[in-house]
């Protein structure tokens, strides 16, 4: 009888073995902080590329004049009139705007571009991980993730129908939850983001 138990025993512990090797490892609240940590730093903002002012804006062009005076309302610009001469014998009134100091405080500098900056609104905050795939054409541990985000720590002047009506990509943002992608590297010091949007296709094969 000794020899069956053995063998039993022996079975019983390589199956246990099989299903701690088969069980995948739960990395939700990494993947979590990587993404957060990312858009700590690379928040939600206005304008694509940095710009620089003051600025100046035709008056009778209301898309131009209209996002501008949205943030005068809201304390960030500062708004002066002027007559801009136009080919010598002519002139139109234009609107000079510049930043406030309430404006200079909420500026977001670009260090890459002294002068330049961006007023940003808010940052995302994942609210779940939908799924983690291994990826088989990136160079090291990554993993593409799918989530769910919401636009967090949004200050007042950005939730303001004016700024809102001006800005509509902000309403957008603050609105419900969106979903997003991101290729996630695993480090010696955990976690990071490598690369936002969905992995890129594998090239073809040569002669296909």
């Not at 404006?103 to 779940?128: E, H, I, K, L």
């Amino acid at each position: 009888m000794r020899m069956p138990c053995r063998a039993a025993v022996v079975l019983g512990a390589a199956v246990a073995l099989a299903s701690g090797c088969n069980k995948r490892v739960d990395n939700t609240i990494h993947f979590t902080d990587a993404i957060n940590t990312y858009y700590t730093a690379h928040p939600e903002c206005l304008w694509k590329t940095p710009v620089k002012f003051p600025v100046q804006a035709d008056t009778s062009d209301t898309s131009k004049t209209t996002p501008y005076d949205a943030l005068v309302d809201q304390g960030l610009l500062v708004r002066t009139t002027d007559q801009k001469t136009v080919m010598v014998v002519a002139s139109k009134q234009v609107n000079n705007y510049d930043l406030s100091e309430k404006g200079r405080a909420a500026w977001m500098a670009d260090t890459d571009q002294p002068g330049f900056g961006n007023f940003c609104y808010g940052r995302r905050r994942v609210t779940s991980i939908d799924s983690s795939t291994p990826t088989s054409n990136e160079r090291g541990a990554t993993t593409q993730v799918s989530y769910h985000y919401t636009v967090a720590d949004t200050p007042a002047w950005a939730t303001a129908e004016e700024t809102k009506n001006a800005y509509p990509q902000i309403r957008a943002d603050l609105e419900g939850t969106h979903t997003g992608q991101a290729i996630l590297i695993e480090t010696n010091e955990g976690w990071k983001l490598a690369r936002t949007g969905p992995i890129a296709p594998a090239p073809a094969p040569s002669g296909s």
